[in-house]
Structure formats: structure tokens, C-alpha cells
């Protein structure tokens, strides 16, 4: 709980040692730069997905009905 609070800089008026060392800044930096990116992600990720299966629908749809068509040239030449 504190490294969370500590990344969302809920920091304390007099900040421990560990915070102040050099080694544990590029930790919290990058923390708060996966955490911000993190919804875009989601969101990213959210907007392939429903693309993909608008596309795929419309692929699919349109294969079914060529399917159709060939399926009433061949029993019609069948028939005759």
C-alpha cells in the first residue's frame, strides 16, 4: 500500500531513506508511466477487438452468400 501510495504522490512530509535513495526514483518513475498507460492499453485493446469482429462478420457474411450462389448454380445445373 505504501508503494502504491508513494507512485501516486500521496508523499509524506518527512519521506524515509529508501524514498530518497537514487536506485528507488527510475522504479517509481517508470511505475507511474506503466500506470498511466495502462487504460489506453485496455482501451487499445478493446477497440482491436471489437474491429476484428465487425471484419470478420462482414468476411464471413460475404463468403456465406457466395456459397449460396454456387450452391444454386450447382444444383441448378443439376437439374438440367
Not at 67 to 80: F, Q, R, V
Request: no cysteine; hydrophobic share 50%; glycine share 2%.
Amino acid at each position: 500500500m505504501t508503494f502504491f501510495a508513494f507512485t501516486y504522490g500521496e508523499v509524506q512530509e518527512n519521506p524515509t531513506k529508501e524514498y530518497q535513495s537514487l536506485l528507488f526514483q527510475p522504479v517509481v518513475y517508470q511505475s507511474v508511466v506503466v500506470a498511466d498507460f495502462i487504460p489506453l492499453i485496455m482501451i487499445a485493446v478493446v477497440i482491436i477487438i471489437i474491429v476484428s469482429v465487425i471484419v470478420g462478420s462482414i468476411i464471413t457474411n460475404s463468403m456465406a452468400k457466395d456459397a449460396e450462389k454456387d450452391a444454386i448454380l450447382y444444383l441448378s445445373s443439376k437439374i438440367n
